[in-house]
T-cell receptor, first 113, second 116 residues
């Protein structure tokens, strides 16, 4: 069974700084997808970015980018020029078969003014 | 407007009550999900419906009973719950095209359930 581990329960940085959230996963599969979801205090889970395992190029989405290391089974999220609105819980998720997503425990990120 | 709407936002119920959570998606998706989110635990997948048929039930107690009358609506019927069932219940939907999970799941804002 796949597992996803986020080793940082909480992080806190100053506004405009860069922050990296860690995620590791365990799988024997070769083809899969990885996701980062954001859950702000409003509770709405929002997709931030996704990575297809067969693509070597790291995904980017504006200020958000990932460092995907397939051999190491690592999938970290980098947030550049952090903003107050980035304060949220961030969940890393692994997807293999249709409908199946396995989530990590989450990292609570606080951006301080 | 996120496309996935859950009602109610908050629910307090006694252990002998019967209540229902409702989820509606306006995205034209064909798969819907119920998740349980408890403090300091990963999201737990409870039920999956694809094309209105239940395709997964992750050993959820029978006091939780899902219903999917059509591809846009999903219910979670609750009865004789326990205090440990208190959690945030999230609904999600996706376009299930089969194969790899490249289809993105879109979530509602959840129902915060408290069982007294």
């Amino acid at each position: 069974a796949q597992t996803v581990t986020q080793s940082q329960p909480e992080m806190s940085v100053q506004e405009a700084e860069t922050v990296t959230l860690s995620c590791t996963y365990d799988t024997s599969e070769n083809n899969y997808y990885l996701f980062w979801y954001k859950q702000p205090p409003s509770r709405q889970m929002i997709l931030v970015i996704r990575q297809e395992a067969y693509k070597q190029q790291n995904a980017t989405e504006n200020r958000f980018s990932v460092n995907f290391q397939k051999a190491a089974k690592s999938f970290s999220l980098k947030i550049s020029d952090s903003q107050l609105g980035d304060t949220a819980m961030y969940f890393c998720a692994f997807g293999r078969g249709a409908q199946k997503l396995v989530f990590g425990q989450g990292t609570r990120l606080t951006i301080n003014p | 407007e996120t496309g996935v709407t859950q009602t109610p936002r908050h629910l307090v119920m006694g252990m002998t009550n019967k209540k229902s959570l409702k989820c509606e998606q306006h995205l034209g998706h064909n798969a819907m999900y119920w998740y349980k989110q408890s403090a300091k635990k990963p999201l737990e997948l409870m039920f999956v419906y694809s094309l209105e048929e239940r395709v997964e039930n992750n050993s959820v107690p029978s006091r939780f009973s899902p219903e999917c009358p059509n591809s846009s609506h999903l219910f979670l019927h609750l009865h004789t719950l326990q205090p440990e069932d208190s959690a945030l219940y999230l609904c999600a939907s996706s376009q299930d095209s089969g194969g790899l999970a490249k289809n993105i799941q879109y979530f509602g804002a959840g129902t915060r359930l408290s069982v007294l």
